[in-house]
């Protein structure tokens, strides 16, 4: 058995003893413990090294405000930095190192910080490192970075799975000490939906270092009971290890599971998992926490809090050493005394700041034989690595000093109490207000914001039978407000009580120099380094507000969150400033209450998971032809179909070339479609579409342009009249969901007098495009009934007809300038259409093609695409589309701002086509476009090019760009300045290929 | 021969997981849980205004139920159902096939009045989940309470799974849940059903 763990006592499991590493070294703790506990029972203390200073620190707490003891555990992916000791459950194999110390904690290069100590006071990062200033980034943050360390990122993937659950309740218990589980079980008996959460392996809270009994059994098995009684209900949920991390908006909060950590890495599984509760009423039962006294030197390895020390021996059967000074200035840590006496540690005395301990609690000490002294406080720790002796003074009656003689005592470790912080940060986070209350010297809720109460010890009802009494009426109360009846009252659990004398707030323990004078050093943020000299200093320097200290200082930030040093540092900045503590305030709590990792914010997002991969109903075949593919929004699209090792210009050549000699074959399903249907559907899209669509005929195609209030091109697309009241709409494929909410929005909330429906089908549809001087032999094949000539089945038209034996539309539109059918089936057909296309098409050359040609046919075509030549700041008339913009319909939507200035102006950015001099160059896409070709930076810029592309029908390079004034510079020479060369182009009209449209018909 | 390549055969559907499963079933158990695609229902998109008794009483003639007018709930006629989707759009799921008929029938019905019937049978894909953890496996995605007391057997919703879009829709107590991704959406509301249920394998 380990030096300091006794041979019976506490919750481990001595049958089951556990091997782990820490900095190198084996050791062996129980099944039951913590990395903390484990580590103190074989008598080490010295976990780690301070953030600025690199001192030895210790183990000062048992649970989630720890300041120190910081461990990395395991390698590789499963490295995970910034843990807390205390709440690292032990697992066979553990391995753990201390952070903040290198090349090892007991030799630290870094405590040198610690004789340059004056470097590194209040704000030293705006003092110190200033000049000269370029040395900021270089010299002093890398250096400071690596000296602070903090943890190491860990550099590999996190092999672990970690997922996320919603889940809804009446009521969420945050905590399932006494108050939780009072609140808990009368929510449960009431029949409520309740959820107990509790960052803890077991429930209990402070019971589980409770030696007192309740209801006439030991506490721990009363938790048991409480524990079974509430698992027997149905609709109670009970999640240990769970940390209620955040507090939003609508009663909404989030909880950090972590399902397998105390099994160890790897184990398979869901390793931790985030929950999103929605919960109708919230108790409040999170505790508190112990606060340190601010003396001198009170970080020694060795000095902790005396609750803590009181777990570690009733709970783990652990002792913090073998001889204890207990100093307090409240009577929880006479327990602590007592029970570490009990338990075979010596204690030497208990110090007490208070004048007098006459109290009930004090005359329970006396009797155990402990020895106290009043009105005196420790002035000095001696031992650097682990406190050796303690010298103890008497405090002047105003605490503000130490005189008369110096007792020195040896000690090993010392329990302080400096009395309990509420731990009110998910009030806080929820909106709630605090006060302070002087008698007990702490914040305590004060106004709820949400729908909730806190009660126990978060609520500053600091004594058991109180935080019993609080918790079954939280429980009662919140089942009440979610319309329940609660269940017949039953009487409260029996628990011995001792009247507690009241709490003497010393907020600064004088040492044997005035504060901040002298090596000793009192502090306050341990994790921070922040002494009270420090905060003296900060706000001597003008920093007067609590969220500026913190700042200035840093005290409070860390993954501690200052859990037990806020009061401690709002204490004394208030005592500096002259100022009461309720007037000074404290900072915001904010979301998380402990560290979450980032598997667990990330979920199953990972991987494939992470974003949605749209596929069309013809994806399988694009993939086992080798495309490659396009992200398009969400949707996956052949970008092209490179052939035998092509390159992407090489298969875009050898497409391009297909389709303007032969046929070729795009899939286009990915293109937004709207079925508009009613009486005033024509008038409908007069409003939304800058052109005129009564007088279109049924079953005629027309390309419109939809604008946005404020006139500039919203999107565009092909709109079908299917019969006197029907329609269907196409859109571009990434705008199909924007452009649907915008017309609906329309109809519900500008034009409800308009009898129209809409309804998508975009995804009911699969489209093939057939393009090309042979596609009308193709399709003529596929469908022998219908007539293909021009005349039976003009350009923009459609056309139902059985193609490959399917019911289909044929839309005879085109995005390429060629002879082009657009085949639409429903998409459960798609595949089956595609493959009897290609059936067909192997005798007449098809090729299939993907976006990257497409792009390039419609630029020699001049084609626009919305978003590329397109950005929300260009207008149809800039496009040079004036002929797509009705001048007789009284109002569509766009109108309106056409004849705002600017938007009239006739210098504005305007399309225009660009041929590069050197017809081999091609011209990045947003290249900039300068009238001069060799100014020097800044020069006027006149727009930038929007679309370039190698045209293979031309055998050269063709671009498009949006420049000023560009309907006036036809003709001019343009230049497109690119750093290492200036590129010379002529402007030209947008049109590439086939000016006068005679390849439309084949 | 070429003849029979170029033409395909009309009456077969393929599933929105044809990709995954190529010529196989859809689907997958893990526990006590079965995750499957149904055959591709027949799909009716029906708007309309239901307090014009003209229009309610022509639907319900056709389809010989009430068209549902609670929010989120659904009607169950003979071999189809119909969801309510909004306070004028419905969704009808009737067997694979039987839209086409089904589409003329109310076109005929409601002739003269203001409304839309739409085909969209190829607008989404059909999953079954089913088993006692079923509810455990949408709770991971899906932010509505899924509790017996709040949604069950008859009622529906238009909600998020993951990042997916979807029609939910419990058809039993079981519970069983029908989920109707768009098509393009369902492999990967497939992947992420399959992933949610591994912990129960």
New interface residues.
């Given amino acids: 058995m380990a030096e300091f763990r006794n041979s019976s006592g506490g919750r481990i499991d001595r049958a089951r003893p556990l091997t782990f590493r820490f900095n190198g070294k084996r050791y062996q703790g129980f099944s039951g413990d913590t990395l903390a506990s484990a580590l103190l029972a074989n008598g080490v203390h010295l976990v780690g090294r301070s953030f600025k200073y690199h001192r030895p620190r210790g183990i000062v707490t048992a649970g989630a405000e720890e300041p120190n003891a910081l461990v990395q555990l395991e390698t590789g992916g499963y490295f995970e930095p910034n843990l807390r000791a205390t709440q690292v459950e032990l697992y066979d194999g553990l391995t753990a190192s201390s952070q903040n110390a290198w090349p090892s904690v007991d030799f630290d290069i870094g405590a040198i910080n610690g004789f340059f100590s004056k470097l590194f006071v209040a704000g030293f990062y705006y003092k110190t490192f200033m000049h000269p200033r370029s040395f900021w980034m270089r010299v002093y943050e890398p250096i400071i970075r690596r000296a602070a360390a903090g943890a190491r990122a860990p550099s590999e993937a996190d092999p672990d799975t970690y ?6 309740c009446d009521v969420l218990v945050a905590g399932a000490g006494p108050a939780g589980l009072m609140a808990a079980l009368e929510a449960a008996k009431a029949g409520a ?1 309740v959820i107990v959460a509790d960052e803890q392996a077991e429930f209990g809270g402070s019971l589980l270092g409770e030696t007192s009994g309740i209801d006439g059994i030991p506490a721990a098995q009363w938790v048991e009971k409480m524990r079974a009684d509430l698992a027997a209900f149905p609709e109670v949920r009970l999640l240990p290890r769970t940390t209620v991390t955040g507090y939003y908006d609508h009663n909404y909060l989030i909880m950090a599971e972590r399902k397998t950590d105390h099994l160890g890495r790897g184990m398979g ?2 390793r931790q998992r985030l929950w ?1 509760v ?1 919960a109708k009423r919230v108790v409040l039962a999170t505790g508190a926490h112990e606060r340190p006294l601010v003396f001198a030197d009170n970080d020694r390895p060795g000095i902790m809090l005396a609750g803590a020390a009181r777990a570690y021996v009733n709970r783990y059967g652990v002792k913090p050493g073998n001889t204890g000074v207990v100093f307090t200035n409240n009577d929880s840590a006479y327990e602590a005394a007592i029970d570490l006496a009990k338990t075979g540690c010596r204690i030497e005395a208990i110090i007490d700041v208070r004048p007098q301990a006459t109290g009930a609690m004090a005359q329970k000490a006396r009797a155990a034989g402990l020895r106290i002294i009043c009105g005196a406080a420790i002035a000095g720790v001696e031992g650097a690595k682990r406190v050796k002796a303690v010298e103890i003074a008497p405090l002047s009656s105003d605490g503000e000093t130490v005189g008369g003689p110096v007792k020195r005592i040896e000690c090993d470790f010392v329990a302080v109490s400096g009395g309990w912080t509420p731990a009110v940060h998910l009030l806080s986070q929820s909106g709630g207000k605090l006060r302070f209350d002087e008698a007990k010297a702490c914040f305590v809720p004060n106004v709820s914001v949400q729908a909730e109460t806190s009660a126990g010890a978060c609520n500053g009802t600091l004594f058991l039978e109180g935080a019993l009494e609080e918790g079954a009426k939280a429980g009662r109360a919140a089942v009440e407000a979610v319309g329940l009846m609660p269940a017949q009252e039953s009487a409260l659990p029996k628990v011995e009580t001792v009247e507690a004398a009241p709490i003497h707030a010393l907020w600064i323990v004088p040492g044997k120099k005035p504060v901040g004078h002298g090596k000793a050093k009192h502090f306050v943020d341990a994790q921070n380094d922040v002494t009270a000299a420090d905060i003296m200093l900060a706000s001597r320097e003008g920093y007067r507000s609590v969220e500026h200290l913190k700042r200035y200082t840093t005290t409070g930030m860390g993954t501690d969150q200052g859990k037990t040093s806020n009061v401690n540092a709002l204490a004394i900045l208030s005592r500096t400033l002259s100022s009461p503590i309720p007037s000074v305030g404290t900072t915001t709590f904010r979301p998380p209450y402990t560290p979450v990792t980032y598997g667990t914010l990330a979920g ?2 990972v991987g ?2 992470s ?7 013809m ?2 075949w694009h ?1 086992a032809r080798g495309a490659v593919f396009e992200d398009v929004g969400q ?1 996956k699209r052949p970008w092209y179909y490179p052939k035998d090792g092509e390159s992407l210009r090489e298969a875009v050549n050898r497409e391009c070339l297909a389709v303007r000699n032969g046929v070729g074959i795009l899939d286009a399903s ?1 293109l937004g479609k709207i ?1 508009i ?3 005033d559907a024509a008038e409908f899209l007069n409003r939304v579409y800058t052109n005129a669509w009564s007088k279109l005929g049924i079953g005629r195609c027309r390309y419109g342009i939809m604008c946005k209030e404020d006139g500039m091109v919203f999107d565009d697309g092909v709109t079908t009249r299917l019969g006197e009241n029907h329609f269907l709409m196409t859109t571009t494929t990434g705008n199909a969901a924007a452009v649907l909410d915008r017309l609906e929005d329309y109809l519900q909330t500008e034009w409800p007098d308009l ?1 129209v ?1 809409l ?8 489209t093939a495009s057939i393009a090309g001087p042979k596609a009308r032999e193709l399709v003529g ?2 469908a022998p009934d219908l007539d293909l000539s021009n005349d039976a089945f003009p350009f923009m038209s459609m056309k139902e007809a059985t193609v ?4 289909a539309r044929i839309y005879r539109i085109s995005f390429t300038g060629e002879l082009s059918y657009e085949i639409n089936v ?8 595609w ?2 296309i290609f ?2 098409g192997e005798t007449h050359g098809l090729t299939p093609y993907g976006t990257e040609t497409m792009h390039v046919l419609r630029a020699e075509k001049g084609f626009i695409i919305v978003g590329q030549e397109t950005d929300g700041t260009v207008t149809p008339f800039d496009l040079g589309m004036d002929w797509i913009v009705s001048t007789k319909k009284p109002d569509f939507v766009g109108k309106r701002s056409f004849s705002r200035p600017d938007t009239a102006r006739t210098d504005r950015k305007q399309l225009v086509g660009l041929l590069t001099e050197d017809p081999e160059e091609v011209l990045p896409e947003g290249a900039q476009i300068t009238a001069d070709a060799d100014g020097t930076p800044p020069m006027p810029m006149l727009g930038h090019v929007t679309s370039s592309y190698w045209s293979a029908t031309l055998g050269r390079s063709i671009a498009m760009a949006l420049i000023a004034d560009g309907g006036n510079r036809q003709d001019t020479t343009v230049h497109a300045p690119l750093g290492v060369k200036t590129l010379a182009c002529k402007v030209v009209k947008p049109v590439f290929f086939d000016s006068e449209g005679a390849r439309l018909n084949g | 021969m ?1 003849d029979a ?6 009456g ?5 997981l ?2 995954l499963f ?1 010529g196989g079933e859809a689907s997958t158990t893990a526990g006590p849980l079965t995750l499957s695609e149904m055959p ?1 229902p027949g799909q009716i ?1 029906l ?2 205004n239901p307090s014009d008794a003209a229009f309610a009483e022509a639907v319900a003639k056709v389809l010989g139920c009430r068209l549902p007018v609670a929010a989120n709930t659904v009607e169950k006629g003979g071999d189809f159902s119909l969801l309510w989707l909004g306070p ?1 759009e419905w969704l009808v799921l009737t067997a694979p096939g039987a839209e086409a008929e089904l589409s003329a029938g109310l076109v005929e019905a409601l002739a003269g009045q ?3 019937i ?7 894909a059909l999953f079954r989940l089913s088993g006692t953890p079923a509810r ?1 496996v949408l ?7 899924l ?1 017996p007391s ?1 949604f069950a057997t008859g009622q529906c919703a238009q909600t998020l799974l ?3 879009g979807i029609i939910l829709s419990q058809v039993d107590d079981a519970p069983s849940y029908d989920i109707l991704p ?4 369902a ?2 509301t497939w ?2 059903l399959e ?2 249920m591994a ?1 129960y394998r």
């Fill in positions: 997922d996320k659950m919603h889940a809804h939906r599984g869901v999103k929605r199953r997002d494939e998971l974003d949605v991969a749209r596929v069309t109903p994806h399988g993939v949707w990915t079925d249907q009613g009486p009898k429906y309804t998508s089908v975009t995804e009911h549809w699969a094949e596929l490959a034996g399917l019911a429903p998409a459960y057909q798609g595949m089956a259409l493959e009897a059936a067909a | 070429a390549m170029m033409t395909a055969d009309a077969e559907r393929a599933g929105a044809s990709r190529q591709v998109n708007r309309g004028d203001h409304f839309a739409t085909d969209v049978t190829g607008n989404r455990e709770a991971k995605g899906c932010s509505l309470d509790h709040r993951a990042r997916s768009r098509r393009s959406f492999e990967y992947r992420w992933d949610a912990e």
